[in-house]
């Protein structure tokens, strides 16, 4: 599967964002798909898992403001985030998994920037 975010951008604590992410292949359903970020400096970090069957988890420090989506009649699964803050701001990247005990294949990152 390939995969390719976009949506990224600079905005202003507070301000909401949506990433989408569009992946080629006929069995996107089938995926697990995440989406993960790396700030400068930092380890990437895991943000919003959402399962082939709809089951959604999410990070500590975005729970309650981001919400992971996908629409497989577009092979797309999406990230909006709401109430942004400074400490969002990092490359997001969008991934795909054949089940648990797969690796996950990455996409190109998008770059959010959040200004204080």
């Known amino acids: 599967v390939q995969l390719q975010a976009f949506g990224g951008g600079l905005v202003q604590a507070g301000d909401s964002l949506r990433l989408s992410c569009a992946a080629s292949?006929?069995?996107?359903?089938?995926?697990?798909m995440g989406w993960f970020r790396q700030a400068p400096g930092k380890e990437r970090e895991s943000v919003a898992v959402?399962?082939?069957?709809?089951?959604?988890a999410y990070a500590d420090a975005v729970k309650g403001r981001f919400t992971i989506s996908r629409d497989n009649a577009k092979n797309t699964v999406y990230l909006q985030m709401n109430s942004l803050k400074p400490e969002d701001t990092a490359a997001y990247y969008c991934?795909?998994?054949?089940?648990?005990?797969?690796?996950?294949?990455w996409g190109r990152g998008t770059q959010v920037t959040v200004s204080s």
């Open positions: 292949g006929r069995t996107f359903s089938s995926y697990d």
């Open positions: 991934a795909a998994r054949r089940n648990i005990m797969s690796m996950w294949a």
């Open positions: 959402i399962s082939e069957s709809g089951v959604t």
